[in-house]
């Protein structure tokens, strides 16, 4: 049988090409089975330790003593030697005083500090009158400061003198400042049915003005609960979860948090203590993305 030219061309074609191609699917099947590259993110390990639950709170600062001081004796200013704003010492001269009585000459008056402190108030000038009946000056003691806030009463029973609270000024940013509780007013507000709480905090420099907001934090009561860095959770509409590193994969896993504890977070299902969570590089992953792990510490 004669093979005809055209025909013969076409089958030295087909085998041309499909030696050629041979090559490319050994090399596309080898890529194929390839491992994933493992994706590199940190992480940090559950740990169970107490959960403190806290009560928050808003205040202002106050004088821990105020003292009004008042002249011995009807008179005449003469002299002013304490200011508005002043540091006086128990004692301290604050001003000179004649007795105002046409015809008589009389010996200076002196008016002393009775306490030492700021001097927050003057009600007098040179040349200008004064009585016994009206305070001269007004010295606050601020070294210890208060603290002053309202409590509610169903918070009352975890309240007690003693207790120590967190304090932050706006005033002063960046700085927590850590007071006891000094006293419990005994009688409730009928308003708000709040009780007013004074803390006591030391104030060496007199930063801490009378008058300063202050943000109070208390510490109510603690148990025993799962805490990951807050970082490690992912938020997506209402759902939260995290991914889990077991058998060097990344795991999915639904959480529910709980309170925040610094940089940390309370985690009340969906992980156990020693599981390990990514803290870092979770937007790189998926349900089984293999994971190289880079520890927090």
């Not at 025909?7 to 041979?22: D, E, G, Q, R």
């Not at 128990?90 to 009389?106: C, H, S, T, Y």
């Not at 200076?108 to 402190?117: N, Q, Y």
Request: charged share 25%; net charge positive; hydrophobic share 40%.
């Amino acid at each position: 049988m004669t093979i005809k030219p055209g025909i013969l061309l076409i089958t030295w074609v087909i085998i041309f090409l499909t030696a050629c191609s041979k090559p490319e699917e050994k090399q596309a099947g080898k890529m194929g089975v390839q491992k994933d590259e493992a994706v590199i993110v940190r992480t940090a390990k559950v740990i169970k330790q107490t959960v403190m639950v806290p009560l928050r709170v808003y205040g202002q600062s106050e004088e821990f003593r105020r003292v009004d001081i008042f002249p011995k004796i009807n008179g005449v200013v003469v002299e002013q030697k304490a200011e508005l704003g002043d540091i006086v010492q128990k004692d301290e001269v604050l001003a000179l005083i004649r007795q105002d009585i046409p015809g008589m000459d009389f010996s200076l008056s002196k008016i002393k500090a009775t306490v030492s402190g700021l001097v927050t108030a003057e009600n007098i000038e040179v040349g200008g009158t004064v009585n016994v009946q009206r305070t001269a000056f007004t010295i606050s003691q601020c070294s210890p400061i208060l603290v002053a806030v309202s409590v509610l009463d169903v918070y009352l029973r975890f309240i007690r003198p003693g207790q120590v609270a967190s304090i932050e000024f706006d005033a002063l940013p960046g700085k927590t400042f850590k007071g006891k509780i000094y006293e419990i007013a005994p009688r409730l507000d009928n308003v708000n049915h709040s009780l007013n709480v004074r803390i006591r905090l030391s104030n060496p420099d007199k930063k801490i003005k009378p008058g300063m907001f202050a943000r109070v934090k208390f510490n109510l009561t603690s148990h025993q609960g799962f805490l990951i860095p807050v970082d490690a959770v992912i938020r997506t509409g209402a759902e939260k979860f995290v991914f889990l590193v077991q058998d060097g994969k990344a795991v999915k896993h639904q959480v529910t948090t709980g309170l925040m504890q610094g940089n940390f977070i309370e985690i009340l299902s969906g992980v156990k203590k020693g599981d390990t969570v990514v803290t870092l590089g979770q937007n790189y992953l998926d349900e089984g993305t293999p994971v190289q792990e880079k520890h927090e510490g």
